[in-house]
């Protein structure tokens, strides 16, 4: 398995403001995974940080929003930009790990997010 | 793209009960896992099950890839089952998780 650090651990923020929120993971791992959970609602894909190149974005979420980086095979960066109260989310890193004849993915703790 | 339905979407049970939680999913997938997230809102793993049964502690699943479905087995609930249990799957390469609406399990003592 894998152990996942995520700060903050929550914010409270103004809405037009900007928070970037890190993932940190003990082992160097290839596939890495923002995701978004609003309240009362599962978790949603926004993309996958990729080591070295631009991340992929899934639909429904654009780079200019939600900008990441992941400069190396252990930590990634999610922005959150130009906040808006429907921003207000938990928002999760994951990473896959890939065992014998198996691929699990494990996820950080969260980071939860209110914009006033 | 897949659709991943879980049910019931709410359940309440007493100490000691048993229960039994479904996924179905609408194509074929190359992993599925279910999660509890914890009051806290930590997501736990609790099995990898692209097909198969597996168990642990109290806790079982079974997954009929053929039938297109999983159920996860809770036998004697405690307090702390209760939370939201999730089940996802990935159906291409790039591991990226598809999500059900989650079952809110209340154990009360």
């Known amino acids: 398995s894998a152990v996942i650090s995520q700060k903050p651990s929550r914010d409270i923020c103004q809405r037009g403001t900007s928070l970037t929120i890190q993932c940190q993971v003990d082992s160097q791992v290839t596939m890495m995974f923002w995701y978004r959970q609003q309240p009362g609602q599962s978790l949603t894909l926004i993309a996958t940080?990729?080591?070295?190149?631009?991340?992929?974005?899934e639909s429904g979420f654009v780079i200019d929003k939600f900008p990441i980086s992941r400069p190396n095979l252990t930590f990634s960066t999610l922005t959150v930009s130009n906040m808006s109260p429907e921003d207000s989310s938990i928002y999760l890193c994951s990473v896959e790990h890939v065992g014998q004849r198996q691929e699990t993915q494990y996820f950080g703790p969260g980071t939860r997010l209110l914009v006033l | 793209g897949i659709q991943v339905e879980q049910s019931p979407p709410d359940l309440i049970l007493q100490e000691g009960a048993n229960s039994t939680l479904r996924c179905n999913f609408s194509?074929?997938?190359?992993?599925l896992q279910w999660f509890h997230q914890n009051p806290w809102g930590q997501l736990i793993n609790l099995f990898y099950i692209p097909s198969g049964t597996k168990q642990n502690g109290r806790l079982s699943a079974t997954t009929v890839a053929t039938e297109r479905y999983s159920l996860l087995y809770i036998s004697s609930s405690q307090t702390t089952d209760s939370g939201v249990y999730f089940c996802?799957?990935?159906?291409?390469?790039?591991?990226?998780?598809?999500f059900g609406q989650g079952t809110e399990l209340s154990v009360k003592p």
């Open positions: 940080a990729n080591q070295g190149s631009e991340a992929t974005y």
């Open positions: 996802a799957v990935t159906y291409n390469q790039g591991g990226k998780l598809i």
């Open positions: 194509d074929s997938v190359n992993n």
